[in-house]
């Protein structure tokens, strides 16, 4: 027999649906993501590790080192863990570029008889292109 579901039941079970959706990145612009590429340092392992080191303090961890001048075991595996997920991503993330079809281009190139040419159009279909994590 099957089971009949309630307005107020497909109501819910939207609802609990979209609570558990994340909101989608906004798009940026193309221009702007040259801008902020050119002035990005890349991934560091050091970097990340002493800011998750650095917040420890707000749930009460202890930072710093040991009573005895030690350097603390926690910090140190910290900045192992955080160096061994960004080598992760580094050596095994994918990233796909895709180029909408209508995006402008121009393209050089030399004619049959040497005669350089330049040309402008539009992609007629999608275009893929790969990129790397640094």
Known sequence: MEKLYSIEDVQQIVQAVVANLEPSSPNIPAPLVLLADSNKKGLSAREVAK???????????????????????????????????????????????????????????????????????VTSGLAIGNAIIQ
Do not use: Y
Not at 83 to 105: D, F, R
């Open 51 to 121: 800011n998750i080191i650095a917040r420890q303090s707000e749930a009460n961890a202890p930072i710093g080192p040991l009573p005895d001048g030690e350097e603390s075991v926690s910090e140190k595996m910290e900045f192992i863990r955080v160096q061994e997920i960004l080598n992760h991503l580094i050596t095994n993330a994918k990233i796909q570029v895709v180029i909408p079809p209508g995006t402008p281009v121009t393209a050089t190139g030399f004619s049959a008889a040497g005669v350089p040419v330049q040309v402008q159009g």
